[in-house]
């Protein structure tokens, strides 16, 4: 089935010259022929460079504990391609999504059409079979030329922390934080939005001016919601609903209250849905997301470190460097990092945040043409003491002269994430 399912998508690849093509033409016309699914659906869209994954298992997860069905949407993936499609609460399964791509491939008989267009169109396809389902869809690149950017209406807007990622695609003279906030926030729909904490209030400022003259109910965090980390692992929330203390999640890092915080700020303004407090509680308690600050507890690659904590975290831009060493400087231990990262990343600016690490240790990620080579990421980062490069994981980890309570972090790319949760 593996077979099949790969061959599709092969084809898939080859309608279009450019992996990426910013421009909504392409997928209304395929979606159009579709019946339109898209205008059919209930949805929260969220944008944002980082904490869209944790914001999502946040809301999903608190969402199943009210027993409201979801149909989710959200790329890249990190193992395989069916994580991007969950209908139902479930991933959907190689045989179901052959024939969904099969359909869409039928229809739109070989006219131009990008890779994550076809996906898209898929998915919103694939929902019609789910229609009572409420929909939580992620932005890919950007948002105002993203396939996921044709819906006439949704429930509410999430945008999530702002921060550099992706310039290459911007133009030369305008790759700065204010043209990403004009791509992610100027074609936000009217209903809700809501703005997460950002890494700066310049940031902030800057999203309230390019949604000024936008007519949806805007939710600002500190301004209309908010949450204050108390002792004995609770935080509590508030917002103008009332207050709620509640555990801290299973999900490392302080980030993460920030990410709860947005999910719990959405559900609660959505008059239709109907959530109740111990929803929230026991949903925040229960989110997981894969490759974020994951701690891995067993697999072969663990074993090679015994007793030794192992952290998994696919961050790659310097918003997520930000918040990962923020965790990391909470951890009073020696920390030694392996690291792979695409070429097209600020290298520099990534590492920049690291404090106090023992030992760093660049690697190559296979099978990935745009990844840059572990030999010249370790040229980048050649000032930084105790630089080393190995071929892959499993040499780098044994490489490692760990002693007790060391931890070993794997970072930089999501690619570098599902190529270890392979391996292990």
């Not at 077979?3 to 998508?9: A, G, T």
């Not at 990426?20 to 944008?47: A, H, M, Y």
């Not at 310039?167 to 043209?179: F, G, Q, T």
């Not at 999203?207 to 919601?225: D, R």
């Amino acid at each position: 089935m593996k077979m099949k399912l790969q061959k599709i998508v092969n084809r898939l690849q080859k309608l279009h010259p450019k992996e990426i093509d910013l421009s909504l033409d392409r997928i209304k016309n395929l979606c159009k022929k579709l019946g339109n699914p898209q205008d059919e659906i209930k949805c929260i869209q969220v944008c944002g460079t980082n904490g869209k994954g944790s914001t999502i298992s946040f809301l999903r997860s608190i969402l199943k504990e009210a027993n409201i069905r979801c149909n989710v949407y959200t790329s890249p993936h990190v193992r395989t391609i069916n994580e991007r499609f969950v209908y139902n609460d479930e991933v959907i399964s190689d045989n179901d999504l052959s024939d969904l791509l099969c359909e869409i491939e039928e229809v739109n008989n070989n006219q131009p059409l990008t890779y994550f267009e076809a996906l898209t169109a898929a998915f919103f396809y694939g929902c019609k079979k789910y229609k009572e389902n409420l929909v939580i869809a992620e932005f890919g690149l950007f948002g105002r030329g993203d396939a996921v950017n044709i819906l006439k209406k949704n429930l509410c807007n999430v945008v999530t922390s702002c921060s550099e990622d992706h310039l290459d695609w911007l133009p030369k003279n305008e790759r700065n934080i204010e043209r990403i906030i004009f791509e992610k926030t100027s074609s936000l729909l009217n209903s809700n939005i809501v703005i997460a904490k950002q890494n700066s209030n310049e940031i902030t400022e800057c999203i309230k001016k390019n949604i000024s003259n936008n007519s949806a109910n805007k939710y600002f965090f500190n301004e209309h919601y908010k949450f204050v980390l108390k002792e004995n692992n609770f935080f509590y929330y508030e917002d103008k609903y009332g207050g709620l203390k509640i555990p801290k999640p299973n999900l490392n890092g302080q980030f993460q209250l920030e990410n709860a915080s947005t999910a719990i700020a959405t559900l609660r303004i959505l008059k239709n849905i109907r959530i109740k407090n111990q929803h929230i509680i026991n949903g925040i308690q229960k989110a997981s997301n894969i490759a974020r600050l994951q701690e891995i507890k067993s697999g072969k690659l663990k074993n090679l470190i015994k007793n030794n904590r192992l952290i998994l975290d696919s961050s790659h831009n310097p918003g997520g460097a930000k918040v990962l060493n923020e965790y990391l400087q909470t951890l009073d231990c020696n920390k030694h990092v392996i690291i792979g990262m695409m070429a097209n990343k600020d290298h520099q600016k990534y590492i920049s945040y690291f404090k106090d690490i023992t030992s760093l240790t660049t690697i190559d990620i296979p099978n990935q043409p745009n990844a840059i080579s572990g030999k010249d990421l370790k040229e980048e980062f050649k000032d930084i003491p105790n630089v080393n490069y190995k071929e892959n994981i499993h040499d780098a980890i044994q490489s490692i002269d760990l002693k007790e309570n060391d931890l070993v972090l794997i970072t930089g790319s999501l690619y570098l994430s599902g190529e270890f949760l392979n391996l292990n």
